[in-house]
């Protein structure tokens, strides 16, 4: 196994990033933030990064193993879970999975289990990632679904020009393997079984997983809060500040027990 990012000093903050991406992608802009008060531990899913593919489909359950095995390979006995969009579905199975270890949970721009409006656009995604891999088509639709309408419309032209080439220059490796697990996921049996706290963070102008997906998510976690961002899927691009000091706030206010770290 590669080796994660690991950062700061603290209790244990395991950060769990979306399908198609990886740590930096999904975290980049607030992992400083986070890790003046956390040890952050950010492994990436086989297929992203640095970590490669297993020779057979992916599955929940391994992805939630991996990022646990990362977190206790560098020495967190216990820790919270930050996920984010399919991470939140990772988080979710880990603390059901490995519930002596996860001691709180972050769930931002997720899901329990795919709606039909989601299921369109992965496999649009998909699609387009089989016949036009790095093609501007591609890149122009990725930016359609995870930019916020406000934010996207807000950009310059050299700013948009700048993202349609970092997503036309190529997304992990293992990307379709990782969406392929969409076609499965369902952990609306797990969301009653968590018993740590939980907060849902729901970014309002999502188009690609909706602000529906993140009431399921609450309604169905005994004693979960919900928080709301104004602003799109890429809350790393758009908001970054306001998320690192939601997750910091709510992991100090229910004073999560320190994950142990060694030094």
Known sequence: MNAPLLR????ALLLAHGAGSDVQDSYGPLIDDLAEYRTVIGPDYPGSGNT???????SLDELSDHIVESAVRHGAETFAISGFSMGCSVAVRTAVRHPERVTALI?????????????LAVGTWRALGRHLPESRELAAYLSLMVGGPEWLDERTADEIEEQLTLFAGGLPPGTDAQLALFEHID??????RIAVPTLVVSPLRDLLITPLHSREL????PGARLAT???GHAIAAE???????????????????????RG
Not at 187 to 192: C, E, G, Q
Request: proline share 15%; with cysteine.
């Open 218 to 221: 609450a309604d169905g976690i």
């Open 187 to 192: 952990v609306r049996p797990d969301l009653a």
């Open 229 to 231: 961002l104004d602003c």
């Open 239 to 261: 908001e970054p500040a306001a998320w690192a000091a939601l997750i910091q706030d709510f992991l100090t206010s229910v004073e999560e027990p320190p994950g142990r770290v």
């Open 52 to 58: 490669s593919l297993p020779g057979r489909p992916l």
């Open 8 to 11: 700061g000093s603290g209790p």
């Open 107 to 119: 769930l931002s721009a997720g899901f329990a289990h795919p709606n039909p409006r989601l299921r």
